[in-house]
C-alpha cells in the first residue's frame, strides 16, 4: 500500500505507523498489520491538499478543526459509522479518532446539490455530469433541481481520481452494494443539507467514502465526513445576495486556496508555497464553520 512519504511519523506508546495518505496517517496496535488489525489510529494532520497535491505550508489547527467536524456529524447522522471507543493517546488527543478497520469500497460517493467544480466543467461539455442528463442553460453555482450521485473511482495514490457512472459502479461492486452506496449517500446528504440549512449555509456537493465492517457485513459510514475538505459550503445569505458565481460561492472550505492555485500555478511540477495571507483565510473560514455548524 502506497502512500505519502512526507507524512509525519509520531512516537506514540502502543502504537506503530502505517500508512500516510494526504491528509492523515493511519496508525496500527504495535505488533500488527493495517492488513490484519480490527483498529485503527486515525490522526488528521494540518497538511492541505488540493489538485492532487500536498501543499506548504499546512494550515495550522486544520487537523483538530476538521476531526471535531467529523466527530459532530458522525453524532448527528444516525447511520453507522466507524468510530469506536478506547483511548486516544494525549499526544494525539483532539486531532485522532480510533475506528474500525473496514473493508472500503473503492468508490468515493459524490452527492451534488449545485453545480460547481469538476461538475460545472463537465457540464459545459456534456449538459451533464457521471453520465446524468441536466437541464439545458444552468450556471455556475446554480441550485439542481434534485441532488444527484456522481461517484468518483478512487484512484491509487498519486493518480487522479476519476468520474464514473452508476453503472461503471455496478460493474466495480455489484448491483447490490452500488445501490446501497447511492442509496446511503443520498439519504445523508439530504439529512445534512436540512442541518445545515437551518445554520445559514448551503452544503452545494460533497463525498462519502463506505467500507463494510468485517465482523458485521454492514456498510458503514467511514473516513471524515463533510467536512470543508471534504465538501463544499456557502454562506446561504451571501448566495441569496450574489450577483457573480464569486460573490454567490462565499465558501467555508479550501477553495481559497484552490482559487489561489489557479491564477498562481499552472498545475505543471512543485505548487508554489502558499502565502501567509491565504493560510491565514482560509483557517478562518475553517473555523467560522464550526462555530456555526456546531453551536
Known amino acids: 500500500m502506497t502512500g505519502f512519504t512526507g507524512g509525519e511519523k509520531l512516537d506514540l506508546p502502543g502504537w506503530a505507523h502505517a500508512y500516510s495518505g494526504k491528509v492523515r496517517d493511519l496508525y496500527v496496535p504495535t505488533g500488527e498489520t493495517l492488513e490484519s488489525t480490527p483498529r485503527v489510529l486515525v490522526v488528521a494532520s494540518d497538511r492541505v491538499s488540493a489538485f492532487d497535491h500536498v501543499l506548504e505550508p499546512g494550515i495550522p489547527g486544520k487537523g483538530e478543526l476538521l476531526t471535531q467536524l467529523s466527530m459532530w456529524w458522525f453524532d448527528q447522522l444516525g447511520v453507522p459509522n466507524h468510530l469506536r471507543e478506547g483511548d486516544i493517546p494525549a499526544e494525539v488527543q483532539g486531532k485522532a479518532m480510533l475506528v474500525a478497520n473496514l473493508d472500503m469500497f473503492p468508490v468515493e460517493c459524490v452527492v451534488r446539490g449545485y453545480l460547481s467544480g469538476s461538475g460545472w466543467l463537465e457540464y459545459q461539455e456534456s449538459q451533464s455530469v457521471c453520465g446524468i ?3 439545458a442553460g444552468l450556471q455556475d453555482g446554480d441550485k439542481l433541481p434534485e441532488p444527484i450521485y456522481t ?20 460493474e466495480l461492486v455489484g448491483l447490490e452494494d452500488a445501490t446501497a452506496l447511492r442509496d446511503l449517500s443520498l439519504q445523508i446528504f439530504t439529512k445534512a443539507t436540512e442541518l445545515a440549512a437551518a445554520k445559514g449555509i448551503i452544503l452545494a456537493d460533497t463525498k462519502f467514502e463506505f467500507g463494510r465492517d468485517r465482523e458485521t457485513g454492514v456498510i458503514t459510514l467511514a473516513d471524515e465526513v ?20 464569486a460573490e454567490k460561492m462565499t465558501s467555508f472550505d479550501k477553495q481559497i486556496v484552490r482559487n489561489w492555485l489557479s491564477v498562481n500555478w499552472d498545475k505543471k511540477g512543485t505548487p508554489p508555497e502558499l502565502p501567509v495571507d491565504i493560510v491565514e483565510r482560509t483557517a478562518d473560514r475553517y473555523r467560522e464553520l464550526i462555530s456555526r455548524m456546531c453551536s
Open 226 to 245: 463533510l467536512t470543508s475538505d471534504s465538501s463544499r459550503y456557502w454562506d446561504a445569505a451571501a448566495y441569496a445576495a450574489g450577483a457573480t458565481p
Open 133 to 135: 442528463a441536466l437541464p
Open 151 to 170: 461517484p468518483a473511482w478512487k484512484a491509487p495514490f498519486g493518480e487522479h481520481d476519476e468520474n464514473i457512472t452508476f453503472e461503471r459502479t455496478v
